[in-house]
């Protein structure tokens, strides 16, 4: 299993552009900026799940400002040279601050679950993606992120549980279940200082 485990990290190593590889790489930060840097280089450096964000039609110039500038000088440069300066984000972070309810955004840290939430449901108005049952009062809950929060199991004789455990102990833990198959699952899970 080592063996098998080391070579697909070689090869998952490999396989990395090296536009992502050494200094000056990533997303720059900037005065607190690492939820907003991290959160953005996790939904857009590798992958196009989010990128119907970067074109979907809005309903105001401020909203199609950031959308412009997070495809014109945030995405595309991170994936063209593997690197955005810290002045397309603090531009980004202003233009979300005069469009968001959210308090601080241009120099205080943020939760990601924070920033996703307005990101959704403020500035692209995206629809609810996952759909929760309550198995105790048969609830339906609308939401675009699944938030995975638990206890650390004290049978567990891992220490550390893969995903999978984790979203199973989380519905069971809470009773709940989903009330129609999710296109998209967002899931944040937990982290640790340690």
């Known amino acids: 299993k080592q063996w098998y485990q080391k070579q697909w990290y070689q090869r998952r190593v490999r396989g990395i552009s090296a536009n992502y590889i050494g200094r000056m790489r990533g997303i720059q930060g900037n005065r607190n900026s690492c939820y907003l840097d991290a959160t953005l280089y996790a939904m857009f450096a590798f992958d196009s ?9 809005l309903d ?54 924070e920033l996703l939430s307005m990101l959704f449901t403020e500035i692209f108005c995206i ?14 809950s609308h939401v675009n992120l699944c938030q995975i929060l638990l206890d650390r199991d004290p049978n567990s004789n891992t220490t550390m549980p893969n995903t999978q455990d984790l979203l199973t102990r ?6 709940l279940y989903f009330h129609s198959q999710p296109d998209l699952l967002l899931l944040q899970v937990p982290r640790s200082g340690k």
Not at 49 to 57: F, N
Not at 89 to 111: F, N, P, T
Not at 128 to 137: E, Y
Not at 170 to 175: L, R, W
């Open 127 to 140: 629809k609810p993606l996952l759909s929760f049952r309550d198995g105790n009062s048969n609830e339906i």
């Open 60 to 113: 105001s110039d401020l909203r199609k400002d950031i959308q412009v500038r997070l495809r014109e000088e945030v995405v595309n440069p991170l994936r063209e040279g593997g690197f955005v300066g810290a002045e397309h984000m603090r531009q980004l972070r202003d233009l979300l601050g005069r469009a968001s309810s959210l308090e601080g955004l241009q120099d205080e840290e943020k939760e990601p679950e």
């Open 170 to 175: 989380y519905f069971v833990t809470n009773n």
């Open 49 to 57: 799940t989010m990128d119907y964000m970067l074109s979907s039609p």
